[in-house]
């Protein structure tokens, strides 16, 4: 009874709490870093500001996002990055969603493979001439050259279509793709762990529950005790 009554005590703190934590995530969510690695917005002339208008997009700085109704968050599916005097290619991960991006008129050095891992959507990339596609040109169903730049159109499935076991992914898993020229190997319903080796549905009660009650009871003690710095008005 006495736990129950302490809980009852925390809610009011809680549900503060949990609100002021949603608004600030929320709020984050809207601010795309990614959006604005390069000064000015996409044209409307540009492959991607074509691209955004078909797609029915909204541009925001350098990107084109959308959302499918409107209690979804927005993502982003044009990436134009062009002339923006890039030697390298840094975090994309905020633009893993894009089917379109531009990385033309960049005097890129190397572009690592591995900046696109996760992008399953992306099916065309623009890239100055002298780089090749992320993952090779067999990851893509057609590459060529025009105008002085690389298109790299329509990423290959790496895995079995029909998402059978894989001959590279372990017993009791599948392969699924994960980016151009990558996949990764999921455990098959009922089973979990390393390799997929233990068979049953994984404790996920066990294993995040007290740690996510021992990361609430801390939140709540930061807030409080913060609070009491707090100088009354």
């Given at each position: 009874?006495?736990?129950k ?24 969510s809207t ?19 074509q ?8 541009i925001d ?8 109704n ?9 990436l134009?990055?062009?002339?923006c005097?890039f030697?390298q290619?840094g975090d994309?991960h ?13 005097p ?17 990339m623009?890239?100055?001439?002298d ?10 169903s ?17 895995c079995?279509q029909?998402?059978?076991?894989s ?20 455990c ?7 390799k ?11 294993v ?11 939140s709540?003690?930061l ?11």
């Amino acid at each position: 009874m006495k736990m129950k009554a302490g809980c009852n005590q925390l809610k009011p703190v809680l549900l503060l709490f949990i609100v002021n934590l949603c608004f600030y995530a929320s709020c984050e969510s809207t601010e795309l870093q990614v959006c604005k690695l390069c000064s000015g917005t996409v044209l409307n002339g540009t492959a991607v500001g074509q691209f955004c208008a078909v797609s029915a997009g909204r541009i925001d700085g350098r990107c084109c996002v959308t959302n499918d109704n409107t209690t979804d968050p927005e993502r982003i599916i044009g990436l134009d990055l062009s002339n923006c005097s890039f030697t390298q290619v840094g975090d994309l991960h905020e633009s893993s969603t894009a089917v379109m991006i531009d990385l033309s008129l960049n005097p890129l050095v190397n572009l690592s493979d591995t900046v696109f891992q996760g992008f399953t959507e992306l099916n065309h990339m623009i890239l100055p001439v002298d780089i090749d596609c992320p993952g090779g040109n067999m990851s893509w169903s057609k590459v060529e050259i025009k105008e002085r730049n690389r298109l790299c159109d329509d990423q290959k499935n790496m895995c079995n279509q029909s998402r059978e076991l894989s001959i590279n992914c372990p017993e009791n898993s599948f392969c699924t793709p994960y980016g151009p020229g990558f996949f990764e190997c999921s455990c098959a319903d009922n089973y979990h762990g390393y390799k997929c080796l233990r068979e049953g549905e994984f404790p996920a009660l066990q294993v995040f529950g007290p740690l996510g009650a021992s990361t609430v009871v801390l939140s709540v003690l930061l807030w409080v005790t913060q609070r009491r710095k707090v100088k009354p008005l």
